[in-house]
């Protein structure tokens, strides 16, 4: 038994996706917008991690969840790093505003 | 409320994420953002241990705070490190985004602020990564390999991706 309520668990989480949200939206550097995203994955983890614990019949399903989440992040940083890279060598940019050959 | 030390351990590593989170939004050098997250991650590893989560908390070192940001730098490296993260974005758009991110948290938080759950005791701790292998291998078999393949063609993806293609022009 736990002696910390569920719901400071989910406010920590709130906080931090709240966190990652505003940093992806206003941020000017790709790397930060990508590092952003992968704090509100880590925000939803949070969440998974607490519901298998608390809850009438905790399981070991939402530790799983969270670990698939994980792996697929990873990939995911990744693939982005290497978009990143190559719009980097095309455009000389890091800049997110300049990345905007799809909008005319 | 009881100030168990498990409490002060929970408001210990919340203040220490936020407190990286914060960090991230306000330093202004690149690289110093990342290593201010690294922090952030490392707390939210000994949150999963506080939710008896040994394993994931684990991961969450290695990936995160060794891979992830790891990767991030490499990025930050490869590409142009030395600017700043420049200010110039406009005040109203700032100003809109985080009205509506503030609104976004207020309904949540009305939410969950007494979010009364029900608590009974849990095994989740005792050998904790070997109940994980168990289910994984047993029940959850066929998402465990979708994400090998998944791992597989992220890896190749981003390889072609990033593989600079300049001699195409020049050798044929």
């Known amino acids: ?104 | 409320m009881t100030f168990s030390g498990e409490f002060l351990a929970f408001m210990g590593l919340a203040l220490v994420a936020i407190i990286g989170g914060v960090l991230l939004l306000n330093l202004t050098k690149v690289v110093h953002m990342v290593v201010a997250l690294i922090f952030t991650f490392v707390a939210i590893a000994g949150i999963y241990v506080l939710l008896s989560a040994e394993f994931v908390a684990a991961v969450q070192i290695l990936i995160y705070s060794g891979a992830i940001t790891i990767i991030m730098l490499f990025g930050i490296m490869l590409t142009k490190h030395d600017d700043e993260s420049e200010p110039k974005t406009g005040k109203w758009r700032k100003l809109l985004v985080f009205l509506g991110i503030a609104g976004f948290a207020f309904a949540v938080y009305i939410g969950i602020y007494n979010f009364n759950i029900v608590q009974v005791p849990t095994t989740l701790h005792e050998n904790n990564t070997m109940q994980i292998g168990k289910a994984l291998y047993s029940k959850y078999i066929i998402p465990f390999e979708l994400t090998s393949a998944l791992l597989l063609v992220a890896l190749v993806g981003s390889i072609i991706l990033a593989k600079n293609e300049k001699k195409e022009g020049d050798s044929e």
Do not use: W
């Not at chain 1, 704090?39 to 799983?64: C, D, E, H, R």
């Not at chain 1, 969840?65 to 980097?88: D, N």
């Open chain 1, 1 to 104: 038994m736990s002696s910390v309520p569920a719901s400071a668990f989910l406010a920590l989480a709130l906080i931090l996706f709240c966190i990652g949200l505003y940093g992806a939206l206003t941020k000017r550097n790709t790397v930060i917008v990508l590092i952003s995203i992968e704090l509100m994955l880590n925000a939803v983890n949070i969440n998974l991690v607490t519901f298998s614990k608390y809850g009438l019949n905790p399981s070991i399903t939402g530790q799983i969840f969270a670990l698939f989440t994980i792996s697929v992040a990873a990939a995911e940083a990744a693939v982005g790093l290497a978009i990143l890279i190559s719009l980097y060598r095309a455009k000389k940019t890091v800049n997110i505003d300049e990345m905007d050959i799809m909008k005319h």
